[in-house]
């Protein structure tokens, strides 16, 4: 197959691609592969020679803690994301890429990450960008944690989401699909799933949301955005010159 346009708009959401390098990355030559909810993407401690992006569906990155003490999911991944990127110039993963419901991704061969590296600067410095706005999300979920409880703290990954999600057509209306059970979300926002469940039913009853199975609509935008003071500017979507 080849390279889908999911990350190819995640790039032109925010810098300028010629023709050519258009045409560069649309050449690029993908394996697909489908998921189902649990399974490893990527493992981790794995040397590999490819990296992978998200085309369909949700994926996550998971740290098992130790003596089967549970797990905590330190990021999430939508479709147009490299999900292990940095894995192209690091020895393996420190951590597990897994499947959240049903997801289709496509892995790039290192080979072909090496050419683009080594004659395409404008695009090395692009998947550059790509491992750095990964990092600035990280440091913002810390942010969000330390300064955000329960039910804005959740706001603010709804926000997020479907933020990123829009940015490559993969939402729209304020309507997204969230694969994610109430325990997938208290391993991400740190708290026991019956916290999770009031601050649910809490964004349901200011009226900011409608939530029914994976199905998520945000009824408030501006609402959702005041509760979790969300402000998208480490998402980094502003048109320049890179």
């Known amino acids: 197959m080849a390279l889908s346009d999911y990350f190819i708009r995640y790039l032109e959401r925010r810098d300028r691609l010629t023709e050519a390098e258009r045409a560069r990355l649309e050449s690029l030559k993908t394996r697909h592969e489908r998921f189902e909810g649990g399974e490893v993407i990527v493992a981790r401690d794995v040397i590999v020679n490819q990296s992978c992006l998200m085309l369909q569906g949700m994926s996550a990155r998971v740290h098992d803690l130790p ?15 490299f999900v292990d990127l940095h894995g192209f110039v ?31 600067p404008h695009l090395t ?52 699909t969230l694969p994610l059970l ?8 740190g708290y026991s799933p019956i916290h999770i469940n009031r601050a649910v039913r809490d ?19 501006p609402g959702m955005v ?4 969300f402000q998208p500017d480490y998402l980094d979507m502003e048109k320049l010159g890179r």
């Open 90 to 120: 690091l020895a393996g993963l420190e951590h597990t890429i897994v499947a959240m419901g049903p997801t289709e991704v496509e892995f790039v061969s290192h080979d072909q990450l090496h050419e683009i590296t080594n004659d395409w």
């Open 182 to 189: 109430q325990r997938d979300l208290a391993n991400i926002l």
């Open 226 to 229: 005041a509760l979790a003071r």
């Open 203 to 221: 964004l349901r009853e200011r009226g900011l949301i409608r939530w029914s199975g994976t199905e998520v609509e945000i009824l408030d935008w």
């Open 125 to 176: 410095r692009l998947l550059w960008m790509a491992t750095t706005i990964d990092a600035a999300i990280h440091r913002q979920w810390l942010v969000a944690a330390a300064s955000l409880r329960s039910s804005a703290h959740l706001a603010h990954l709804l926000c997020e989401v479907y933020t990123r999600l829009s940015a490559v057509g993969a939402a729209r209306n304020y309507r997204f």
């Open 67 to 81: 003596r089967g003490n549970g797990r905590v999911i330190t990021a999430l991944h939508v479709p147009g994301d």
